[in-house]
Nanobody, 114 residues
Framework: QVQLMESGGGLVQPGGSLRLSCSAS????????LGWYRQAPGKQRELVGT???????IYADSIEGRFTISRDNAKNTMSLQMDNLKPEDTAVYYC????????WGQGTQVTVSS
């Protein structure tokens, strides 16, 4: 069974950048669509963006061109490059593999604060 693990979270000042990574173990990403979600305190989990196996990406309107999702199918890794971070980006970020057996990582905390 595939397991996902995120890394790279932390504390960053407004306007700063952070890069999150997601790696798969026990299997591969395969042809599945992958995505990043986030959940802020007291709010529902929301979609940040998705990427297909052929690298087509879609982003939530709230991202406003500040984030970039990429994936390496050979290495079974996915990244989320976050630039010009805002305090409202503070959340736990999760990677997700869509499919008949949806898979989630455990999440990584991103805090944007001065």
């Amino acid at each position: 069974q595939v397991q996902l693990m995120e890394s790279g979270g932390g504390l960053v000042q407004p306007g700063g950048s952070l890069r999150l990574s997601c790696s798969a173990s026990g299997g591969t990403f395969g042809i599945n669509v992958l995505g990043w979600y986030r959940q802020a305190p007291g709010k529902q989990r929301e979609l940040v963006g998705t990427i297909t196996r052929d690298y087509t990406t879609i982003y939530a309107d709230s991202i406003e061109g500040r984030f970039t999702i990429s994936r390496d199918n050979a290495k079974n890794t996915m990244s989320l490059q976050m630039d010009n971070l805002k305090p409202e980006d503070t959340a736990v970020y999760y990677c997700h593999r869509f499919g008949t057996i949806p898979t989630w990582g455990q999440g990584t905390q991103v805090t944007v604060s001065s």
